[in-house]
């Protein structure tokens, strides 16, 4: 699995300090951040980057495919760095937790002709809800 900023390196994007830092903030596993937690995070190693360039920066990557915006987990759109492999989220009710999953069979595929009402059906979103182990435990959830 490559990282977001090996692969921006791999194609020659122009890496400013601002840009590589919002790339950093979302290089790794199971990221799936707001706008604004990049916001945070980017300004919590480099304190000049403004608002303007990290949203800009997230639109860039957005368009680039380098990104995904995933608008089924949770309220606010979340960014993805797992671009390029296929997968569902699954979520915690709880605290927010989001894992990267790989369900079996295609979900596509699962879809009668009768349920597409015509339409050419091109992608699917599925998320799974549920508690993560620890707050399954806390009580506050039970
Ligand atoms: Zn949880
Ligand atoms: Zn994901």
Known sequence: MSNLLERLR?????????RRVVAEVLSGEHIHLTADEVLARATARLPEISRATVYNTLGELVSLGEVLEVSSVGRAKRYDPNAHESHQHLVCSGCGAVRDVRPEGDPLTGLADT???????????????GLCPECAEDPEHA
């Open 10 to 18: 791999r194609r020659g994007w122009r890496m400013t300090a601002q």
């Open 115 to 129: 349920d597409r009402f015509g339409f050419t059906v091109t992608a699917v979103e599925v998320t799974y809800r």
